[in-house]
C-alpha cells in the first residue's frame, strides 16, 4: 500500500491544520493507521493512531484535547486534525498503516509495515 501525507504547512502558534493521509494500492480500511512526528535532532515519536477493527483511537498525552485522529474509509483517507498549534509541534509528521500493530500497542513504530513521505508542519511563535 502506499500512502501519501499532506496538509503540512506554515501557521502561527494557536493555529489548526489537517493533515490527511490517502492510500492507494491498496484500500486502508483493514489497517489500523498511525500519525507519528520527527523533529530535527530528535527521534520520531507517536502521535496518534486508530484501528481498523473498532476505529478506537490512541492519542499522545502530549496533545491530547488538541489533536484528532479519525478516519474516512469511503475515500481511503485518514485525518489528523491538529487545533491550537504551538512551535512545539514542528516537526516532519508520518503517517504510517499496519495490519498487527496492536502486537505493539499501537504506539510503537515498529507495528507499522507501510510509511508515507512525510509532510513538513512548522509552527511560528
Known amino acids: 500500500v502506499q500512502l501519501q501525507a499532506c496538509g503540512g504547512g506554515l501557521v502561527q502558534a494557536g493555529g489548526s491544520l489537517r493533515l490527511s493521509c490517502a492510500a492507494s494500492?491498496?484500500?486502508?480500511?483493514?489497517?489500523?493507521i498511525g500519525w507519528f512526528r520527527q523533529a530535527p535532532g530528535k527521534e520520531r515519536e507517536f502521535v496518534a493512531a486508530?484501528?481498523?477493527?473498532?476505529?478506537?483511537?490512541y492519542v499522545q498525552d502530549v496533545v491530547k484535547g488538541r489533536f484528532t485522529i479519525s478516519r474516512d474509509n469511503a475515500v481511503n483517507t485518514v485525518y489528523l486534525q491538529m487545533n491550537h498549534l504551538t512551535p512545539e509541534d514542528t516537526a516532519v509528521y508520518y503517517c504510517?498503516?499496519?495490519?498487527?500493530?496492536?502486537?505493539?500497542?499501537?504506539?510503537?513504530?515498529?507495528?507499522?509495515?507501510?510509511w508515507g513521505q512525510g509532510t513538513q508542519v512548522t509552527v511560528s511563535s
Open positions: 494500492g491498496r484500500t486502508l480500511s483493514r489497517y489500523d
Open positions: 486508530i484501528t481498523w477493527s473498532s476505529g478506537s483511537t
Open positions: 504510517a498503516a499496519g495490519l498487527y500493530s496492536g502486537n505493539h500497542g499501537y504506539t510503537s513504530s515498529r507495528g507499522y509495515d507501510y
